[in-house]
């Protein structure tokens, strides 16, 4: 039995509000969850007062998805970007994202990155 944490999609067309869930892999996505883990809605919202940039609504709550990714329940790729942000979860590396390798001018392959210097007293390698 593999359990997910994902998306259930809720609202009307073109205003979409999700529900984080917890649910069996094989089961439909707006199909009975096990539990409801929290809310997302990804329309961003103006700032109180008119003051700072608009945000997204998460509401999450945080020691009933921490047990469950204890126990094995594994993310889909939305939910993790969530628990990512929220400090739950390592994010996941994106193709999109800086690498520290970097190239040489002759043959344009990637150079190994440089070792640092030994600390005092340590014998060289």
Same mark, same amino acid.
């Given at each position: 039995? !593999?359990?997910?944490?994902?998306?259930?999609?809720?609202?009307? %067309?073109? @205003? $979409?509000?999700? &529900?984080? !869930?917890? @649910?069996?892999? %094989?089961?439909? %996505?707006? #199909?009975?969850? *096990?539990?409801?883990?929290?809310?997302?809605? +990804?329309?961003?919202? +103006?700032?109180?007062? /008119?003051?700072? &940039?608009?945000?997204? =609504?998460?509401?999450? =709550?945080? #020691?009933?998805?921490?047990?469950?990714?204890?126990?094995?329940?594994?993310? #889909? =790729? $939305?939910?993790?970007?969530?628990?990512?942000?929220?400090?739950?979860?390592? +994010?996941?590396?994106? +193709?999109?994202? *800086?690498?520290?390798?970097?190239?040489?001018?002759?043959? /344009?392959?990637?150079? $190994?990155?440089?070792?640092?210097?030994? $600390?005092?007293g340590a014998p060289p390698i």
């Amino acid at each position: 039995m !593999v359990v997910k944490i994902r998306l259930a999609r809720f609202g009307k %067309r073109n @205003a $979409p509000f999700y &529900n984080i !869930v917890v @649910a069996q892999a %094989r089961t439909a %996505r707006n #199909s009975k969850p *096990m539990e409801v883990l929290g809310t997302y809605d +990804p329309v961003p919202k +103006p700032a109180p007062h /008119g003051e700072g &940039n608009p945000f997204k =609504d998460i509401q999450l =709550d945080v #020691s009933r998805a921490k047990y469950w990714l204890g126990v094995g329940a594994q993310p #889909s =790729d $939305p939910v993790w970007r969530l628990l990512a942000m929220m400090g739950l979860w390592e +994010p996941k590396f994106r +193709p999109g994202m *800086m690498t520290t390798t970097t190239t040489t001018a002759t043959g /344009g392959k990637a150079a $190994p990155p440089a070792l640092p210097p030994p $600390p005092d007293g340590a014998p060289p390698i």
